[in-house]
């Protein structure tokens, strides 16, 4: 028996299979071997990594966005609590149905929903450990719900952050802007470092031209988790930096009085200090409510701003462009004056309409204003005088002093997506065109249509000129940021030119435009007891019509007249001018002006004159065309 034991473990075969089953099994050890130096020395800090990360969760602190304010050193925009929805997309155990449940808590909206479900799978794959908001601002109803639901939703939980506020909602809404979350593409294009998905960025006017300054830097907490992805323990925490803070020019008591002033109507509305370029107020109508897109905007929100005709997403004061009626006028006659083509006292008399060729240009008094010298022609908007003065000045000097006040240019406001408007002449139309220019087109610069359309800030910018006397200042919003760090950046005052205007045809203009409200002329309404106010009237037409007159009221809204006034007060030394446009408003004595005196009335409230008789010191002998001040 022992003799066959030996021959079989002679036998070749067996003898190989021996070998072949030794050399697998120290194989197999060799890989394990190797596996587990490869698992536990070469990858240690990877998965050491991912072990702390599934019992450690960083948790962001958003920073809180650096305060903005008036030139009283009150808040504008601020910052609020809020209570967010968190998402941690390696934690959630069954997406769809805790999605079910959110939405009975919470309200998603339809159309978003696909979209968060979205958001938190693409995460889950690039991201994992990554915190996702789901949904800002929640009630406190909300949370105490979605609290009391904690143990079905694992991966969700609520987390308080930082939310800008502004306090005075829709009153500051165009110049401070609005916040919202950095988009993908925006994250793609920026060259931060610090910033991160779920960061809040400005979106829109200040709070975007000064986010550098304004955001701060995101703080986070290390927090150990169970299971199911809840907080149990704070293992250590970094506070976040709160943003530098934004001063001023802006006025809370006069921005309010200027948006309450236009109310619901669309337009602009626009105060500045003419010496200095401060802006005092700065609205556009009909506004919109930032808070709105600091919690999240939703669809339905957005599209009703969106398909709103009158367009409250645009900053009209800055970005709409209308032709400038009357408001011209006064430009007209300071071309006039400067280039000696016609004197003040020099008179034209209206009938009621100017003919050039075969067409009629009509006034917009049927009856006519009589013989009239400039003075009056201005005071009382006359369109015959300046239908001819227009025709007999030509394009070119009109051009040249309107764009030099401001018109046609683009003002340097510290405010993004400024928008120019149209000041023309000859080589522009010749340029652009490829067409002369045509006599009739300069009879219709005369009385502010045609090819002309301005800004309101750049018509404020002009008559702020004619307030100066020909010093052109560029408008500022800001006067100074201070950063996280301390760091102080002033944003002084600027002269751009000066137009080196006479100072007796500066005077003569002034004193016509005081007339228009102090002396029977168009804006009455806007006279102010004891304070002299100078302004003009501007009734822009927006569709021409033919045949009888009708009054613009009468028409369908968006064929109605623009109504524009602009004006400063005092008129001997101006502290303050104000615009006022009201898209289809009407005219510009009855609808507009009333906006300028509110504004105004409530700046020299704060600010009140004094004593001092303005008009008595007022040099009325300067140009032989000005008559005596009537009181």
């Known amino acids: ?66 305060l903005i304010l008036d030139r009283n050193g009150r808040p504008i925009a601020e910052t609020q609590a809020s209570f967010d929805l968190i998402c941690s997309p390696v934690d959630v155990n069954d997406l769809a149905g805790e999605l079910r449940l959110l939405d009975e808590i919470v309200a998603f ?25 789901v949904m800002r601002d929640l009630s406190y109803e909300q949370v105490s719900v979605v609290e009391f639901n904690r143990e079905a939703l694992p991966g969700f939980t609520i987390l308080i952050e930082a939310k800008r ?48 300054v304004l955001r701060g830097t995101n703080g986070g907490r290390r927090v150990e988790v169970d299971a199911a992805g809840r907080d149990r323990r704070l293992v250590d925490e970094v506070p976040p930096q709160t943003g530098g803070t934004l001063h001023t020019t802006l006025d809370i008591d006069i921005q309010k009085a200027a948006f309450d002033a236009i109310g619901d109507r669309a337009g602009a509305v626009i105060a500045i200090s003419p010496k200095t370029g401060d802006v005092l107020a700065f609205v556009s109508g009909p506004g919109f409510d930032p808070n709105t897109f600091s919690r999240g905007i939703r669809k339905a ?9 009158r367009n409250p997403m645009q900053n009209k004061g800055l970005q709409g462009t209308y032709a400038p009626g009357s408001t011209v006028k006064p430009f ?19 009938g009621g309409s100017y003919q050039l060729g075969n067409r009629t ?26 239908y001819q003065l227009g025709r007999k000045l030509g394009p070119g000097p009109v051009a040249a002093v309107e764009r030099g006040a401001g018109l046609g240019t683009i003002t340097g406001i510290d405010l993004p997506r400024e928008k120019k408007g149209l000041v023309p002449d000859e080589e522009w139309k010749m340029t652009a065109r490829k067409e002369k220019w045509y006599d009739y087109e300069s009879v219709l610069l005369g009385i502010g249509q045609g090819l002309i359309h301005v800004t309101p800030l750049e018509m404020l910018m002009g008559y702020a000129t004619l307030g100066t006397g020909g010093q052109v200042m560029r408008p500022r919003v800001v006067t100074k940021s201070v950063r996280m760090d301390g760091r ?67 028409l369908p809204y968006n064929l109605r007249d623009h109504a524009w006034f602009v004006a400063f007060a005092p008129v001997d030394d101006p502290q303050i001018a104000v615009v006022a446009m009201l898209e289809h408003g009407g005219h510009g004595g009855s609808a507009a002006a009333p906006v300028v005196k509110a504004v105004m009335q409530e700046y020299f409230r704060q600010s009140p004159p004094g004593a001092r008789d303005n008009a008595a010191t007022r040099d009325t002998t300067v140009s032989p065309g000005m008559p005596p001040v009537k009181r």
């Open 1 to 66: 028996m022992s003799e066959k034991i030996r021959k079989r473990e002679r036998d070749p075969r067996i003898v190989g299979r021996i070998r072949f089953l030794s050399w697998l099994s120290v194989g197999v050890f060799v890989l394990l071997l190797s596996r587990v130096y490869w698992l536990q020395i070469a990858q240690y800090e990877k998965y050491q990594t991912l072990s702390e990360n599934n019992r450690l969760r960083i948790r962001t602190i958003r920073a809180p966005r650096g």
């Open 109 to 133: 909206d339809p159309d978003e929903l696909d979209g968060i479900a979205g958001r938190i799978r693409g995460a889950r794959k690039s991201s994992p450990f990554s915190s996702i908001i």
């Open 165 to 212: 506020s502004y306090p005075h909602g829709p009153a500051f809404a165009h110049v401070l802007g609005y916040v919202g979350e950095i988009s993908d593409a925006e994250l793609e294009k920026s060259t931060d470092p610090d910033l991160e998905m779920g960061d809040i960025v400005g979106k829109y006017g200040l709070e975007q031209l000064a986010d550098n």
């Open 301 to 309: 929100e957005w599209k009703a701003l969106t398909t709103d005709t």
């Open 332 to 350: 007209l006659a300071m071309a006039a004056l400067e280039t000696g083509e016609q004197d003040a006292l020099h008179r034209v008399v209206c």
């Open 361 to 386: 240009f009509r006034c917009w008094k049927p009856k006519g204003h009589g013989a009239v010298d400039m003075y009056r022609a201005i005071t009382q908007s006359c369109d015959v005088f300046f």
């Open 488 to 554: 102080v950046t002033e944003h002084p005052q600027e002269k751009l030119r000066d137009l080196g205007w006479k100072p007796a045809n500066a005077a003569f203009v002034r004193h016509a435009l005081w007339g228009v409200v102090n002396d029977f002329g168009t804006a009455g309404i806007a006279k102010l007891p004891g304070i002299d106010v100078g302004g003009k009237t501007g009734t822009a037409q927006v569709a021409q019509m033919k045949g009888e007159r009708v009054k613009s009221e009468d």
